[in-house]
């Protein structure tokens, strides 16, 4: 499996403000995943960040609300834009280690809280 | 697309018992089914997978079956343990593409 690792951990943030959560993996990766998982839900792909090309995003999910970067092929970041109580929830990403094998190994999470 | 229904969203069970939870996909192009393992608090952690071209796999404890006629997979814990204890997901995915969909998820407890 991949070490990834994301920043911050945790953040307490106010309405109306950005955060920018940052995963880095180990070693180089064709496919990253952005997920938000709600307190005691399941989890929602946010959408796929491959490098070199724009983010593709799921239904219910805009590249205005949730910028996606991936400038190499172990680094990529999210972006939560002008956050509301709503957006409170944990955020990982993922990366498919073995391109081709669709196996997804997960990083610790950002867990969020907007008041 | 691809739906995920996961069943039961809770499991109890005494230790040594066995656990089975089940799911069921819509999509008939679904090739890939992994299941994750998330304690409190941690991250989701792939504990065992199945593509379609077979239609049972062991780890140990843990095996997993499919029947693509039925659209459905399974998870067997046997020997359960204390340590077994967190939310297990189901998840799906459709040929051709590295996306997941999840299931909602069960809660197992394990009591010794």
Same mark, same amino acid.
């Given at each position: 499996?991949?070490?990834?690792s994301?920043?911050p951990?945790r953040d307490i943030?106010?309405r109306g403000?950005?955060l920018t959560?940052?995963?880095?993996?180990?070693?180089?990766v064709?496919?990253?995943?952005?997920?938000?998982q709600?307190p005691?839900q399941?989890l929602?792909?946010?959408?796929?960040?491959?490098?070199?090309?724009e983010?593709?995003?799921e239904s219910?999910f805009?590249i205005?609300?949730?910028?996606i970067?991936?400038p190499n092929l172990t680094f990529?970041?999210?972006?939560v834009?002008?956050?509301s109580?709503?957006?409170?929830s944990?955020?990982?990403?993922?990366?498919?280690?073995?391109?081709?094998?669709?196996?997804?190994?997960?990083?610790p999470?950002?867990r969020?809280?907007?008041t | 697309?691809?739906?995920?229904?996961?069943?039961p969203?809770?499991?109890? *069970?005494? %230790?040594g018992?066995s656990?089975? &939870?089940?799911? /069921?996909?819509?999509?008939s +192009?679904?090739?890939?089914?992994p299941?994750?393992?998330?304690?409190?608090?941690k991250?989701?952690?792939l504990i065992?997978?199945?593509?379609?071209? *077979?239609? %049972?796999?062991?780890?140990?404890? &843990?095996?997993v /079956?499919l029947?693509?006629? +039925?659209k459905?997979?399974?998870?067997h814990?046997?020997?359960?343990?204390?340590?077994?204890?967190?939310?297990?997901f189901?998840a799906?995915s459709?040929?051709?593409?590295s996306?997941?969909?999840?299931g909602?998820? /069960?809660?197992l407890?394990v009591?010794?």
């Amino acid at each position: 499996s991949a070490v990834i690792s994301q920043k911050p951990s945790r953040d307490i943030c106010q309405r109306g403000t950005s955060l920018t959560i940052q995963c880095q993996v180990d070693s180089q990766v064709t496919m990253m995943f952005w997920y938000r998982q709600q307190p005691g839900q399941s989890l929602t792909l946010i959408a796929t960040a491959n490098q070199g090309s724009e983010a593709t995003y799921e239904s219910g999910f805009v590249i205005d609300k949730f910028p996606i970067s991936r400038p190499n092929l172990t680094f990529s970041t999210l972006t939560v834009s002008n956050m509301s109580p709503e957006d409170s929830s944990i955020y990982l990403c993922s990366v498919d280690k073995r391109s081709g094998t669709y196996e997804q190994y997960f990083g610790p999470g950002t867990r969020l809280t907007v008041t | 697309g691809e739906n995920v229904e996961q069943h039961p969203s809770t499991l109890s *069970v005494q %230790e040594g018992d066995s656990a089975v &939870i089940k799911c /069921t996909y819509s999509d008939s +192009a679904s090739n890939y089914f992994p299941w994750y393992k998330q304690e409190l608090g941690k991250r989701p952690q792939l504990i065992i997978d199945i593509r379609s071209n *077979v239609g %049972e796999k062991k780890d140990q404890r &843990i095996a997993v /079956t499919l029947n693509k006629t +039925a659209k459905h997979f399974s998870l067997h814990i046997t020997e359960t343990q204390p340590e077994d204890s967190a939310v297990y997901f189901c998840a799906a995915s459709i040929s051709g593409y590295s996306t997941l969909t999840f299931g909602k998820g /069960t809660m197992l407890l394990v009591s010794p």
